[in-house]
T-cell receptor, first 116, second 115 residues
Framework: AQSVSQHNHHVILSEAASLELGCNYS??????LFWYVQYPGQHLQLLLK????DPLVKGIKGFEAEFIKSKFSFNLRKPSVQWSDTAEYFC??????????????WGLGTSLAVNP | EAQVTQNPRYLITVTGKKLTVTCSQN?????MSWYRQDPGLGLRQIYY???????DKGDVPEGYKVSRKEKRNFPLILESPSPNQTSLYFC??????????????FGPGTRLTVL
């Protein structure tokens, strides 16, 4: 069965530190990749997505992610975090299969706390 | 404003008392889905719907029912709630374009407590 692994469950950083959150998936075929963010008390919002083309994807709020097919990875990065980036981050993968190409497989999430 | 709405946002109920959580979207999306979010377990899909009158089970459908009589609405029904259904519930919708997958738009969440 397909799965998505987010290696870091809890990350604590100081403002201006660089961020990299790991995401690996276990499907060898065509994939669509997503990072969602959930700010405290809010619903999930899309940060960025990769469908095809340039494997380096830029999203909102200065986030970017790089798709490395050979490593089955889609790590999220930000060069300098802010206190307002404190949130939970979810990686999700769409691995199309017959009859349900809209199913998302979710990682368990990474909780990021940024100290001012 | 394009959005997914859920009601109620908070609900405390007792075991066995039937309840319905409504979900509505105004984006003309074909695909709608229900998730529950629990600490340490991430998001788990309960049911989804590819279009009107088309619904299917997700990963954790036990104890839940859904219906899709209209494109915009996708209510979640708990016929006989139990304490293990205490959770945060999210409704989501997305466009359905052939084989391409599109991002899901999420509702604000419904925090359900079953005593």
């Amino acid at each position: 069965a397909q799965s998505v692994s987010q290696h870091n469950h809890h990350v604590i950083l100081s403002e201006a530190a660089s961020l990299e959150l790991g995401c690996n998936y276990s499907y060898g075929g065509t994939v669509n990749l997503f990072w969602y963010v959930q700010y405290p008390g809010q619903h999930l919002q899309l940060l960025l997505k990769y469908f095809s083309g340039d494997p380096l994807v830029k999203g909102i709020k200065g986030f970017e992610a790089e798709f490395i097919k050979s490593k089955f990875s889609f790590n999220l990065r930000k060069p300098s975090v802010q206190w307002s980036d404190t949130a939970e981050y979810f990686c999700a993968v769409n691995a199309p299969r017959a009859g349900n190409n809209r199913k998302l497989i979710w990682g368990l999430g990474t909780s990021l706390a940024v100290n001012p | 404003e394009a959005q997914v709405t859920q009601n109620p946002r908070y609900l405390i109920t007792v075991t066995g008392k039937k309840l319905t959580v409504t979900c509505s979207q105004n984006m003309n999306h074909e695909y709608m889905s229900w998730y529950r979010q629990d600490p340490g377990l991430g998001l788990r899909q309960i049911y989804y719907s590819m279009n009107v009158e088309v619904t299917d089970k997700g990963d954790v459908p036990e104890g839940y029912k859904v219906s899709r009589k209209e494109k915009r609405n996708f209510p979640l029904i708990l016929e006989s709630p139990s304490p293990n259904q205490t959770s945060l519930y999210f409704c989501a919708s997305s466009l359905a374009r052939d084989r391409a997958y599109n991002e899901q738009f999420f509702g604000p969440g419904t925090r359900l407590t079953v005593l």
